[in-house]
């Protein structure tokens, strides 16, 4: 992290970059609790909604590496930053979250509010486009390119914790409902 302005920022990666890392880790307790429910669930369902979750908080942390690695050219972090930005979008799209949405995972539209469209659909989408963004300030040694990428990264952790907490509530019920049976 060369650039003066960049450099403000040490402290505050440090900490995302940890609960990222630590968050990461506590998915993988979450998951380990209850795979037999995970493993009864579609293939799509899982790839468009719990590795996503993963996607996100492993984001936050690659983000936040590159922003505390010694010496990184700013343009080289730019550029590292909008491929990252870029490949989350792509990863969007190719797990097609925003498909099962609409279609559900068995073919019927499923019962959504609207709290459910706003994580797991707009909100991943605009932390990605905030990401390209702050890249392009970055590369331009703009003012908003610092700003714009700490509010990318932490939306990427803040969604991240969200929808993990959504998956444990219904692990927790799905656990209730095969013991009541």
Known sequence: MSEPALQHWHEFYFLLGTSAAALTGLMAVVISINPETIAQRPKSGVRAFV?????????????????????????????????TGIAGVAYLLWTRGHHYYVHGMDGQPPNLDSEDWIFFIGLPYLSYLLLVAAAVGIWQHAGFGAPTLAIATMLLLVIGIHNAWDLVIWLAQQRRNSSES
């Open 51 to 83: 590795t996503p979750t993963m996607v996100f908080f492993t984001t936050a942390f690659v983000v936040s590496g590159l922003l505390l690695a010694p010496e990184v050219p700013v343009r080289s972090l730019a550029v590292l930053l909008a491929v």
